[in-house]
Nanobody, 125 residues
Framework: VQLQASGGGLVQAGGSLRLSCTAS????????MGWFRQAPGKEREFVAA????????YYADSVKGRFTISRDNAKNTVYVQMNNLKPEDTAVYYC???????????????????WGQGTQVTVSS
């Protein structure tokens, strides 16, 4: 599985961005998907996750109410809509796929088998 993330950029505080992550392969619809981020000098942290069907989602407390994860299995794509962005949201954002067949939503890095290359999000104050 190869993952390609896109949609990052520079935005002012309070603004919005939508990140996309498109996967290769026919098994995307069976994978739980997650978004993580890594700021300079910090560890990669969980942002949001969605199960294989889109019926279950999970968010980090820091983004709850501002970010929305969704997926379109027909397009092999997972999204995260990010609203009311804050300077502390600045990071490289990574999408990841959990290779377990219809696995439960996971928020730890060790549950994810495939990673995209990352897309930079910069929020100016």
């Amino acid at each position: 599985v190869q993952l390609q993330a896109s949609g990052g950029g520079l935005v002012q505080a309070g603004g919005s961005l939508r990140l996309s992550c498109t996967a290769s392969g026919r098994t995307f619809s069976s994978y739980a998907m997650g978004w993580f981020r890594q700021a300079p000098g910090k560890e990669r942290e969980f942002v949001a996750a969605i199960n294989w069907s889109g019926g279950s989602t999970y968010y980090a407390d820091s983004v709850k109410g501002r970010f929305t994860i969704s997926r379109d299995n027909a397009k092999n794509t997972v999204y995260v809509q990010m609203n009311n962005l804050k300077p502390e949201d600045t990071a490289v954002y990574y999408c990841a796929a959990d290779g377990r067949f219809r696995g439960a939503v996971a928020r730890t890095r060790d549950k994810y088998d495939y990673w995209g290359q990352g897309t930079q999000v910069t929020v100016s104050s």
